[in-house]
């Protein structure tokens, strides 16, 4: 009877959990078991700058190391994992944020170049994160137009947006808040990390930062930086383009020719300099940012600059002195603005400690693209050339990447999207082109990872008159066809010419490798579909041609 009764208890323990497995069935989807719990699924800091480039990043070792513009940035690096060959797909602003918004290439996303309008209802990453239970906010620059879709919260600048005392746009209304507009991007974000965060949701807050693009102005308690030094000079300074195509001779991006003394170094701009309608379109630009300052930051302002605009023009500088001087302060402008950053991710990083969520968040810093700093006489980006094309990515992971580590293979901003959804355990669409570069932050070695990238730049005629262009760059090589004028080539060894300064395209011992090339070209926009127009423009050809 005994054994009976043993017998009878089993079965009703059986039969109890039967039951309870068909309540759980009935009232949780099945979907939901294939979903990370809210503790395994990471935090996600995302801080993105514009127009930072790499070499101006101690930890990328590169020309200004020796200035230590970025000790913040630098010590994510130690304690996290540095990406030495990191890419954009197209080097420009609004561009490079589309494809991070969509893991698409901008011919796909629809947003080629600054002039466009991003579709915001076409699908995004921060939605499909959403639905899968994070909470997600973006603060500061979007350069995108238009209300972001896909956050629970935001506060974006219009446009490129104002140094000193920026306006925001809030879901609600557009608002001005005093201060620099690094510091109070940080400060909106730092906000949400106390007072909105949802504590039993994981979360993604993207902190992206107007600094530091043109026109620097730093915070007046940077103006002062760098004063004692002299900042080292690119080897590149003083590049005539002479083994290039014709359009990088006739770009408008020269610190010699194009560089503005009023528009970029705010020479002469003084509180008196305020007839708007006699100054040129771009100094009256400059002028409306010197007009948002209120009268005490102006006066520290001219402070400090004017006896040095009094000293320059005392010199009466020329030639190649010019050139230095226009260098000198363009580049301690650039890095003060750098400055400013790099403090803001130590405060954000603090700030993640003093919470106790800085174990389980990863921190990543990046930047929409490379940039020029004086390298080839240059500012700006837009170039398929290594010091636009370049973007940094640096990422901590507590527990999982190796501290100190740097990592070769290539990656895009194309791969972001996805690695965020990865690192979420959400859902990835067949639709994407990147790939998540999750496996390299834990550190694994995949063989069939990507032996190239594809680079496609689309907007001229605009500001600073560069063409368009695509191309292919694999670990050593690089091939660009500047389409726009004709059939207009260059190839680079970059492993023995780093700064791409022969041009080694119809070289006859080049020659099979210049035509294995073009075949990977063409295979790349196969398969990311890239049927855009890449058709000659006879509209520019003549005068083109004329110049060059």
């Not at 400690?353 to 174990?359: A, F, M, Q």
Request: proline residues 5%; charged residues 25%.
């Amino acid at each position: 009877m005994g054994g009976r009764c043993l017998s009878f208890n089993n079965c009703a323990l059986i039969i109890m959990k039967i039951i309870s497995y068909l309540i759980i069935v009935c009232f949780f989807p099945i979907s939901n078991f294939g979903e990370k719990k809210k503790e395994d699924r990471p935090n996600i800091l995302f801080v993105f700058t514009d127009d930072h480039a790499p070499h101006a990043i101690g930890a990328y070792n590169g020309w200004l190391k020796e200035v230590n513009p970025t000790p913040a940035i630098d010590k994510l690096a130690e304690e996290g994992m540095v990406f030495v060959n990191s890419f954009c797909t197209n080097s420009i602003c609004g561009p490079s944020r589309a494809v991070i918004q969509t893991g698409k290439h901008s011919h796909k996303n629809g947003f080629m170049n600054n002039g466009n309008t991003f579709d915001w209802n076409q699908q995004t990453f921060p939605k499909i994160l959403q639905k899968t239970g994070y909470q997600t906010a973006i603060y500061g620059k979007s350069h995108l137009k238009g209300k972001p879709l896909g956050y629970d919260d935001w506060a974006v600048l219009p446009g490129q947006g104002l140094y000193y005392n920026p306006d925001l746009i809030f879901p609600d209304k557009k608002r001005r808040i005093q201060g620099h507009c690094t510091d109070v991007v940080t400060d909106l974000a730092i906000e949400w990390l106390n007072k909105k965060r949802i504590k039993e949701k994981p979360f993604l807050l993207m902190v992206q930062h107007k600094a530091p693009h043109r026109s620097w102005m730093p915070a007046l308690r940077h103006l002062a930086l760098y004063d004692n030094i002299t900042i080292p000079e690119p080897s590149t300074l003083f590049d005539k383009w002479e083994d290039n195509t014709p359009g990088a001779r006739l770009q408008e991006l020269e610190i010699n020719r194009h560089m503005d003394l009023n528009y970029d170094l705010f020479v002469d701009l003084t509180p008196e300099f305020n007839q708007e309608r006699s100054l040129k379109a771009q100094d009256r630009s400059a002028w409306r940012n010197m007009k948002r300052m209120t009268p005490d930051q102006i006066k520290t302002w001219r402070a400090h600059y004017g006896p040095r605009d009094a000293a320059f023009k005392e010199a009466k500088l020329s030639g190649k002195d010019l050139i230095r001087w226009k260098f000198q302060r363009y580049a301690k402008n650039y890095l003060r603005c750098v400055k400013s950053v790099d403090e803001s991710l130590h405060r954000l990083q603090q700030e993640l400690g003093r919470l106790n969520l800085d174990e389980n968040t990863i921190v990543i810093y990046s930047s929409d693209q490379g940039f020029y700093i004086g390298d080839h006489g240059w500012y700006d980006k837009r170039w398929m050339y290594e010091e636009s094309l370049k973007m940094p990515l640096i990422v901590k992971w507590p527990g999982t990447i190796k501290e100190g580590s740097r990592v070769e293979e290539m990656v895009q901003n194309l791969d972001y999207a996805q690695t965020f959804l990865d690192l979420a355990g959400a859902p990835e669409p067949k639709d994407m082109q990147g790939r998540s570069i999750v496996p390299l932050l834990k550190g694994e070695k995949v063989a069939d990872w990507r032996k190239e990238i594809y680079y496609h730049y689309y907007e001229y005629p605009s500001v600073h008159m560069v063409p368009r262009h695509y191309g292919i760059r694999t670990n050593r090589y690089k091939l660009m066809h500047f389409y726009q004028f004709g059939n207009e080539w260059e190839m680079y060894d970059l492993k023995t010419d780093p700064d791409e300064l022969t041009n080694i395209y119809g070289k006859k011992e080049f020659l099979e490798l210049q035509k294995s090339l073009k075949k990977r070209l063409k295979d790349l926009q196969k398969n990311y579909d890239d049927q855009s127009d890449m058709s000659v423009s006879s509209e520019y050809i003549k005068e083109y041609r004329k110049q060059s």
